[in-house]
């Protein structure tokens, strides 16, 4: 078997870059092999409107080191509040390619996000006529859901409810964590896409809890049982159209992480693609590494794939930093648990 591997220049339908000094670490180890990413809005305060949009995309490409070409992908956060008319003249200018919805309380930088979601239909409607996506977080909140059980409960209780009331609504389910999730995503049509993360290929929820706990694999969603982490394997390596990379990278300080009651993310920008280049070989599917990485995500989004090209190339092993330095302090990088072998070699 041949030692390189080379695709159209990936994508991350998913990532979270902050703002400020973290911004200014953490995007060049993204843009080094990523041509695009979906821009997550969860700042503080939020990304809701138009203008904040457009403000927060400047800042983006300030930070980008000098001749690195990337296009950041903007987005808005759902609240409440938010008018449909906004939503779509971002849309209209091209600044906006999809709409994030949060319910209230689930996870980092939410609380803007929706209670009612009877609040957002003038703006799922809105998005429906216009062909605006919606990525959609999709875990209950209520106390009384088990963290294991609510991106399941999520599907039926509020997912399948929005969908049928907005015929057209094109949606993302993002970072899938159950078979529940692929199932449901199998079934629909193809106005429904599912983004799958690296981290969640890797770990289930024995790596966070066994043997002592691991603050660097407590993301939201939570990892699940290994049945589930086995039926995202076979989804992203499936070469389904409607399963694609999202990493959600998503950087917070070891100080953050290491608290008693530590922040939800992995950092995965440093070492995706060797990660997926590992698990897809492990799965006999490199050939659908690029419809994962590379295709199926602009696919979705209508967007056109990447004409430049990145190289994976097989050798002894390949190491990358355990920590990326910020002015904030170090972020730890996502440790896979296993040795790497694949390199992308620099473009
Ligand atoms: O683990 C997570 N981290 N999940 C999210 O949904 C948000 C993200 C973050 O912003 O840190
Ligand atoms: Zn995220």
């Not at 991350?12 to 990413?37: I, K, Q």
């Not at 490409?61 to 779509?88: H, N």
């Not at 999520?154 to 692929?182: C, K, N």
Request: glycine letters at 8%; proline letters at 7%; one cysteine or more.
């Amino acid at each position: 078997m041949s030692d390189t591997l080379t695709l159209r220049r990936p994508d991350d339908w998913h990532l979270h870059l902050r703002d400020g000094d973290m911004l200014r670490a953490v995007l060049p180890e993204t843009a080094r092999h990523f041509a695009r990413a979906i821009i997550m809005p969860n700042l503080v305060p939020p990304v809701v409107t138009g203008a904040q949009a457009s403000a927060y995309r400047d800042r983006i490409l300030a930070a980008l080191p000098e001749g690195t070409a990337f296009e950041p992908l903007m987005t808005l956060y759902l609240a409440e509040d938010t008018d449909p008319e906004d939503v779509a003249a971002a849309h209209a200018s091209g600044l906006v390619k999809a709409v994030k919805l949060y319910p209230a309380g689930a996870t980092t930088n939410s609380a803007s996000g929706v209670s009612h979601f009877d609040r957002v239909r003038p703006v799922l409607e809105k998005m429906a006529e216009i062909g605006l996506p919606l990525c959609v977080h999709g875990e209950v909140t209520a106390s009384d859901v088990d963290i294991f059980d609510r991106e399941a409960v999520f599907i039926d209780r509020v997912l399948d409810p929005i969908r049928r009331a907005t015929p057209g609504l094109r949606v993302v389910m993002e970072h899938i964590t159950t078979s529940d999730a692929v199932e449901y995503a199998r079934a629909q049509g193809d106005d429904l896409g599912a983004t799958i993360t690296t981290h969640h290929l890797v770990i289930n929820r024995n790596h966070i809890l066994a043997g002592g706990i691991k603050p660097h694999y407590y993301c939201l969603p939570v990892a699940k049982r290994e049945s589930h982490r086995l039926a995202l394997r076979a989804a992203a390596t499936s070469g389904e159209e409607r399963f694609f990379l999202g990493t959600d990278s998503a950087p917070h300080t070891d100080a953050n992480k290491l608290l008693p009651c530590g922040c939800a993310g992995c950092f995965t920008a440093t070492n995706t693609m060797s990660i997926l280049a590992h698990v897809f070989e492990e799965e006999g599917a490199l050939d659908r590494l690029e419809g994962f990485t590379s295709l199926n995500g602009p696919g979705f989004y209508g967007l056109p794939v990447n004409e430049e090209s990145l190289t994976l190339r097989k050798g002894e092993s390949v190491t990358y930093p355990k920590q990326i330095d910020t002015n904030d302090g170090p972020v730890t990088v996502f440790d896979p648990g296993f040795p790497l072998s694949w390199r992308v070699e620099t473009v």
